[in-house]
């Protein structure tokens, strides 16, 4: 555990899995994460997050982060997501909860947080709409890194954003206009590029897999302002 600022970075693995944002998302409002995780893990991220954490599913799936995408405002998961998850979902952190109509998936093609998003440059005009219905915030599109799975290269807090090693300057430019928060590149878990996959994170701290070092650890911290 590390303490930067008062805020908290944990590094953890989530039964024994260190890409937590795969089966994980976070915000300043809720965490979600697999039915699964013990309750001693739940209550270190309590902690961490200060925010309520929720035991789900998306697609009777423990893969939340692929699955699911949302902001304080809003929450958009897998097409096929049964009735019984949106409305429990909604019951528990009390915002719309909507399945996208589009096909794609939904964590790997929308990096957003309270201020913005971004999304892949794939989804077609009523889709747009629907993210912005949603998540109640402006939407712009594009690529990063010649991807649309920007939500799988990034991820991003109230108060940063981390994607791709290889993003542009211009890219980053994008991201924090998209966001509205500072950007920058970065790693987890030993090199792995695909930044959301090995962090969840929000405004009142972090947790990386295990894997993650330190100087990708001082990385995490400054761009996320932990």
Excluded at 166 to 178: F, M, N, R, V, Y
Aim: hydrophobic share 40%; with cysteine.
């Amino acid at each position: 555990m590390y303490l930067v600022n008062c805020v908290v970075i944990v590094q953890n693995n989530f039964n024994g899995i260190a890409s937590v944002g795969i089966i994980s998302l976070a915000t300043d409002s809720y965490v979600l994460v697999p039915r699964n995780l013990p309750k001693r893990v739940v209550n270190k991220l309590h902690e961490v997050f200060a925010a309520p954490i929720i035991k789900t599913s998306i697609y009777q799936s423990h893969l939340i982060g692929i699955l699911a995408a949302g902001n304080k405002f809003g929450l958009l998961t897998h097409f096929l997501s049964d009735d019984d998850e949106i409305e429990y979902l909604k019951k528990e952190i009390g915002i719309p909860v909507e399945r996208m109509k589009s096909k794609l998936t939904v964590g790997n093609c929308i990096l957003a947080n309270d201020k913005g998003a971004i999304a892949a440059d794939e989804f077609g005009k009523e889709d747009i709409k629907q993210i912005t219905d949603i998540l109640n915030v402006e939407v712009l599109q594009g690529k990063i890194v010649n991807s649309s799975l920007i939500g799988s290269l990034g991820a991003a807090s109230n108060e940063g954003a981390m994607v791709h090693p290889l993003a542009t300057e211009k890219e980053l430019e994008w991201i924090s206009e998209g966001l509205k928060v500072h950007s920058d590149i970065g790693t987890v878990n030993r090199g792995v590029p695909y930044v959301s996959t090995g962090i969840l994170v929000n405004s009142q701290g972090c947790v990386t897999g295990e894997e993650t070092t330190g100087p990708e650890l001082v990385r995490i911290s400054q761009t996320f302002a932990l």
